[in-house]
């Protein structure tokens, strides 16, 4: 939770030594909070350098703030560069085998290897639904195809993986969203039964003190009536 002063308000999770109330986002972080029509930015930050984050507005008694979900450019891009690499490893492997296959085997096997070319390129543009051919046959091409679906099954798998991380971190902010709503909800009933007791004492003391002038006026009365009678 940062101000839009860009001063954080909570323990900062991304990044060591960022206590609350003493640590400032950096000034790009700052402009976007300043405008309305920017949600997400990727930024300059002094601990950890460069962030992706995603900042929702959030109005507290008048004043305010933002919830910042943020995480390392690093760290954030460390699967998408495995995936890259395996894929960029993978394609190098199946095109020396390609180029092996093609010199001692000739035309006989030039069309399968055509097609689990085809198949690789798909897979790298993240077709993951192509369908891996020649699984069956009884040759080398057979070995190739089968480590191309074992590949393509991988990435179906990060693929899955990154959907739940996606959802996991909406559901996340969608919790912290009601936290800081219900926070508001109670703080406000908090004051509004802090102002109707003072309200209430206000009028017991004036009340009493109309009492204490009565009684002041009656005493004064009987006073006079006694020295009048002697």
Request: hydrophobic residues 45%.
């Amino acid at each position: 939770l940062a101000g839009a002063d860009g001063v954080i308000r909570t323990a900062r999770v991304v990044g060591a030594g960022a206590a609350p109330l003493s640590y400032t986002l950096s000034d790009e972080m700052k402009a976007a909070f300043a405008n309305p029509s920017v949600d997400a930015i990727v930024a300059s930050d002094g601990l950890v350098g460069r962030l992706f984050a995603s900042f929702k507005p959030l109005d507290i008694d008048g004043r305010r703030y933002f919830v910042v979900a943020a995480q390392a450019e690093d760290k954030a891009m460390a699967a998408v560069n495995a995936m890259g690499k395996a894929m960029l490893l993978l394609t190098l492997v199946v095109v020396a085998a390609i180029g092996v296959l093609t010199v001692f085997l000739g035309g006989r096997l030039t069309g399968p290897i055509q097609d689990m070319a085809g198949v690789m390129r798909r897979l790298a543009d993240r077709e993951l639904d192509v369908e891996v051919p020649h699984q069956n046959r009884k040759d080398e091409i057979s070995d190739i195809a089968g480590a191309v679906q074992v590949f393509k099954e991988n990435a179906r798998r990060m693929q899955q993986m990154e959907i739940e991380q996606e959802e996991a971190d909406k559901r996340a902010e969608e919790e912290k969203r009601k936290a800081m709503n219900d926070l508001a909800a109670r703080f406000e009933q908090s004051v509004g039964n802090l102002v109707k007791t003072l309200v209430n004492h206000v009028a017991g003391v004036r009340d009493r003190a109309e009492e204490m002038g009565k009684a002041t006026d009656e005493a004064k009365s009987q006073a006079a009536l006694v020295a009048e009678s002697s």
